[in-house]
């Protein structure tokens, strides 16, 4: 096994243990606070009581402390539909409920309104905003999507957008090849191919959406470039065996490799080929979205 690919499962069985591993320091659980019936503001306890039901959601936070928490759990309300589109959100009520200080409450409604799911207005106050303005491709969203009652939207509309993008990005990739870029699908592939066979899903996981973020960097477009990010989220929560990348076998492997020997030899339509075929396991996919016909 090459130093990396015992690096990379080293560090992933530590993360799996409890231990921050790279690139993980500003993901860990947190105990959800302890809120006592006393201090809730009645209009929080009586005309919208969903509000009160934050507390029984098991919850992580990209962010650090309490600030981290508030926007988690109001993030995940939102996105459920507890907190509906133009529902009023008002400061002094959140910060009572979860006894958080003003500053907290500004600072969490500021990063919420900057993902589109709310707006503050003079006079008008904070009010949740409708779907058509979030900001769907922020990752917090595609997270909090994932785990709600939209899952099943979220999970097709990943796979749509894979669809759209990976293949492409394979052809583009074939010819900006780079000796170091190839040399590092490679390890992806090798690091995959050890996870699998010791049974280390979150390893392979980690390996997986490297691979796949690597190759849309390497297609040489920036706009490509800037949705990698997304592809990795899609992998991250998908929920379960959607494509080919869900599901750690030989075929799945096999398709992988495929691409970064097609990279290598700058063959752009067999790249876009072998990712077409990853991305294509089950029936449901494809009537999704169709693969073109040949001519």
């Not at 959406?209 to 592809?231: C, K, P, W, Y």
């Not at 991305?279 to 693969?291: D, M, Q, Y």
Request: charged residues 25%; aromatic residues 4%; negative net charge.
């Amino acid at each position: 096994m090459s130093t990396l690919a015992h690096t990379m499962m080293t560090a992933a069985r530590s993360s799996d243990s409890g231990l921050a591993g790279p690139g993980e320091l500003d993901r860990y659980p947190y105990a959800e606070p302890q809120v006592p019936d006393r201090v809730a503001a009645p209009s929080w306890e009586g005309a919208d009581p969903d509000l009160g039901r934050v507390g029984r959601r098991a919850a992580g936070s990209r962010g650090r402390g309490l600030h981290g928490q508030l926007v988690q759990q109001l993030g995940q309300m939102i996105v459920s539909g507890d907190l509906g589109a133009d529902r009023p959100l008002v400061p002094e009520e959140i910060g009572q409920r979860f006894e958080v200080s003003r500053t907290v409450v500004r600072e969490s409604l500021r990063v919420l309104e900057a993902k589109g799911l709310v707006s503050a207005r003079p006079n008008v106050g904070t009010r949740v905003r409708p779907v058509s303005d979030w900001n769907l491709l922020d990752p917090d969203i595609i997270e909090w999507r994932a785990f709600g009652p939209q899952r099943d939207d979220q999970r097709r509309e990943l796979s749509e957008l894979r669809w759209t993008i990976e293949p492409l990005a394979a052809r583009l990739a074939a010819g900006h090849g780079r000796e170091e870029v190839q040399q590092r699908l490679c390890d992806m592939v090798e690091i995959m191919s050890h996870a699998m066979a010791q049974g280390d899903a979150l390893t392979y996981s980690r390996a997986d959406s490297e691979f796949h973020a690597l190759l849309i960097q390497t297609a040489g477009n920036r706009m490509l470039d800037h949705l990698s990010g997304i592809v990795s989220a899609a992998l991250q929560v998908s929920g379960g065996p959607v494509t080919g990348c869900d599901r750690a076998n030989d075929t799945s492997l096999a398709q992988h490799a495929r691409i970064v020997d097609a990279l290598g030899t700058g063959d752009g339509t067999a790249a876009e080929a072998a990712m077409r075929q990853l991305l294509t396991v089950h029936p449901e996919v494809e009537r999704v979205v169709p693969a073109p016909r040949e001519h």
